[in-house]
Nanobody, 119 residues
Framework: VQLVESGGGLVQAGGSLRLSCVAS????????MGWYRQAPGKQRELVAA????????NYADSVKGRFTISRDKAENTMYLQMNKLQPKDTAVYYC?????????????WGQGTQVTVSS
């Protein structure tokens, strides 16, 4: 499975961005997809995740009510709509996918896309 992100950039506080992640390869083996982020000097943290089957979602407390994760199964694309962005959201955002279920457990990562929010 290969993951390619796009959509990062520079935005002012209060603005919006939409990240996209296109998955290719054996996407039928994936259980969960999501977004992580890593700010300078900090650990990588989960932002949001979505199950590939039922579409259940979960969010970090820091982004609840501002970010929305979604998935277009037909296009094998996952999105992260980010609204009301704040400087603390500045980070490299990584697309993530988890292989599991009846397949051997494995994690896939995209190359990352920079999101910078200016005050």
């Amino acid at each position: 499975v290969q993951l390619v992100e796009s959509g990062g950039g520079l935005v002012q506080a209060g603005g919006s961005l939409r990240l996209s992640c296109v998955a290719s390869g054996s996407t039928f083996t994936l259980n969960v997809m999501g977004w992580y982020r890593q700010a300078p000097g900090k650990q990588r943290e989960l932002v949001a995740a979505i199950t590939t089957g039922g579409g259940s979602t979960n969010y970090a407390d820091s982004v609840k009510g501002r970010f929305t994760i979604s998935r277009d199964k037909a296009e094998n694309t996952m999105y992260l709509q980010m609204n009301k962005l704040q400087p603390k959201d500045t980070a490299v955002y990584y697309c993530y996918a988890e292989r599991g279920g009846r397949f051997p457990r494995y994690d896939y990562w995209g190359q990352g896309t920079q999101v910078t929010v200016s005050s």
